[in-house]
């Protein structure tokens, strides 16, 4: 498993890809691969067998409780720590200053973002499609932690030359900040744009006092190889981005 690089003393964030050697076969040829969502119609117990596959890669930096959600392209974002969940989380982002305590978040073409402090003591997980960028996933995932956010890391996401959107999507953004204009370029058809995920997120992040962006430049929809692709495929599984601190 590849981890990010130049992050504080003890932060990993990564990503999963399809290919995975301990990866279980599957009878439906679009979920092969480590898919590790159990909303897309695959064997419950295939998957939760790959989430345990994670966590055992995991365990060797100290890591002892790995927490999902059930995302819903929503704004809402939760502060974990040393609580047990007994009900899936519902919500698209989460803050934890425990070490040892994976947060992970499920994406096929939305954009996974990554935060985290200086200091390497407290970082975030969000879920970003255009739906929960435009509606303020990142600023009310940064509003919930209790430090200044210094970093962030963007895994991968649908770029823009593959990511077609309608007027009112880029409406929604512009009109809440104008200088996004420039993170999108019309489409083939009228009122049709191609919208970069990346250049949205990395505005807001930095007006949000983010610093340092890392990643941003992988394509899920083009790297068929690595990435699941919703838009490639509406019957397909989903990579996990993951955060934790060593402990």
């Not at 939760?78 to 947060?103: F, K, P, R, Y």
């Not at 489409?187 to 990395?202: C, N, P, S, T, V």
Request: aromatic letters at 8%; proline letters at 3%.
């Amino acid at each position: 498993m590849q981890f990010v690089q130049g992050l504080p003393q003890g932060v990993y964030v990564g990503q999963t890809h399809i290919q995975h050697p301990q990866a279980l076969p599957s009878v439906q040829p679009e979920l092969e691969g480590l898919n590790l969502a159990l909303h897309v119609n695959d064997d419950p117990q295939r998957v939760q067998q790959h989430r345990m596959i994670l966590l055992d890669e995991f365990a060797v930096h100290g890591v002892k409780k790995i927490t999902w959600m059930t995302q819903t392209h929503s704004t809402i974002c939760h502060s974990i720590n040393e609580e047990i969940t007994v009900n899936a989380l519902v919500g698209d982002g989460l803050v934890t200053q425990t070490q040892g305590h994976a947060l992970m978040m499920m994406t096929a073409d939305c954009l996974p973002v990554v935060l985290g402090n200086a200091d390497g003591t407290e970082v975030a997980n969000l879920h970003a499609g255009w739906r929960g960028l435009a509606g303020g996933i990142i600023e009310n995932t940064i509003a919930e932690m209790t430090s200044q956010p210094t970093w962030a890391w963007l895994g991968a996401a649908i770029s823009q030359p593959c990511f077609e959107i309608g007027a009112e999507v880029k409406a929604a953004f512009c009109a809440k900040y104008a200088a996004l204009e420039n993170a999108f370029i019309d489409g083939e058809q009228a009122g049709k744009y191609y919208a970069d995920l990346y250049a949205i997120a990395g505005y807001i992040l930095q007006q949000q006092g983010v610093k340092v962006i890392l990643g941003g430049d992988q394509c899920s929809y083009q790297q068929s190889e690595d990435y699941y692709s919703y838009r490639r495929h509406s019957k397909t599984g989903r990579m996990a981005t993951f955060v934790f601190m060593q402990k």
